[in-house]
């Protein structure tokens, strides 16, 4: 069974950069891709940027280019989301989801970050 | 970018009734690529259904997806209590991936 395990809960002020880890013990994430996810308090789910674990390529949502790095280590068994320039709109829980044959079937237990003066 | 709509945004229904959730796609998606999550208060997203209409192991038989092309369908044949949730579409073949904004299913 995979298991994913996020760091935990981040409190930052606005304009700092926040760093969230996934890991996948006794596991690595090479072959696969690892999706970072957000949600706002009360708000659906929004897609952030993909990583490929193995080669370190990555994509990200527009909304969140210059914003955002996706990193990984070598060998991958831990990815990295950091973003910076941290507003309150940023405050949600952050989710890494890993993928499988087919969807996103393994997910961590997310992470919140609060952006708070 | 895909945009996914949902609707209804809300259904409110009883134990035992039928749950009939709608994701229009702003452009055709591949039907191997849509997927459909669970989400309970407090916990990570669950993929139920992938490919459109195939159930993850372990997803109760009562959860059926169909649809292609820009329309696609979640059904829950009988609500049991563990069912009322949220529920969110999502596509994955084409980057940048996208989720619908949930439907929740509540209890009537």
């Known amino acids: 069974q995979v298991q994913l395990v996020q760091s935990g809960a981040e409190v930052k002020k606005p304009g700092a950069s926040v760093k969230v880890s996934c890991e996948a013990p006794g596991n690595t994430f090479i072959s696969h891709y690892v999706h970072w996810v957000r949600q706002a308090p009360g708000e659906g789910l929004e897609w952030m940027g993909v990583i490929n674990a193995s080669d370190g390529k990555r994509e990200y949502a527009q909304k969140f280019q210059g914003r955002v790095t996706m990193t990984r280590d070598t060998p991958p068994r831990t990815v990295y989301m950091e973003l910076s320039s941290l507003r309150s709109e940023d405050t949600a829980i952050y989710f890494c989801a890993r993928d499988g044959p087919a969807g996103l079937p393994y997910w961590g237990q997310g992470t919140l970050v609060t952006v708070t003066s | 970018e895909i945009v996914l709509t949902q609707s209804p945004g809300t259904l409110s229904l009883s134990l035992g009734e039928r749950a009939t959730l709608s994701c229009e796609a702003s452009?055709?998606?591949?039907?191997?690529?849509l997927a459909w999550y669970q989400q309970r208060p407090g916990q990570a997203p669950r993929l139920l259904i992938h490919g459109a209409s195939n159930r993850t192991t372990g997803i109760p038989d009562r959860f059926s997806g169909s649809g292609s092309g820009t329309d696609f369908t979640l059904t829950i044949s009988r609500l049991e209590p563990e069912d009322f949730a949220v529920y969110f579409c999502?596509?994955?073949?084409?980057?940048?991936?996208?989720f619908g904004r949930g439907t929740k299913v509540e209890i009537k």
């Open positions: 452009q055709s998606v591949s039907s191997s690529s």
């Open positions: 999502h596509h994955y073949g084409r980057l940048p991936a996208t």
